[in-house]
Nanobody, 127 residues
């Protein structure tokens, strides 16, 4: 089992920044990739970004490229999501997820690729 705990969300003005963290514990050796997703009220959960534990490759949704940066600290078993130039449409609950399966650039964008999920952290952006 892998436990994931997100933190770092909050209320921020448009144009501001946040850094979300996702701390992993448990059977961490079984992880291949970590992803961030978000879900706004009344909408489906959508892919934001992913990082490969081995090699550090990354993948981003087109809507966040240039503003969001995903990174990992293997020694701390923690994944980060730096969010800059926040917009009201970024308001959502942000979830991190861990996958047991070898990643590829398409698979990591799908919720079904991930086995473990955190409880989510709320990000609210005011205009």
């Amino acid at each position: 089992q892998v436990q994931l705990v997100e933190s770092g969300g909050g209320l921020v003005q448009g144009g501001g920044s946040l850094r979300l963290s996702c701390a992993a514990s448990g059977r961490t050796f079984s992880r291949h990739a970590m992803g961030w997703f978000r879900q706004a009220p009344g909408k489906e959960r959508e892919f934001v970004a992913a990082v490969w534990w081995s090699g550090g490759s990354t993948n981003y949704a087109d809507s966040v490229k240039g503003r969001f940066t995903i990174s990992s600290d293997n020694a701390k078993n923690t994944v980060y999501l730096q969010i800059n130039s926040l917009k009201p449409e970024d308001t959502a609950v942000y979830y991190c997820a861990a996958s047991n399966f070898p990643p590829d650039s398409v698979a990591v964008t799908r919720t079904t690729h991930y086995t473990y999920w955190g409880q989510g952290t709320q990000v609210t952006v005011s205009s």
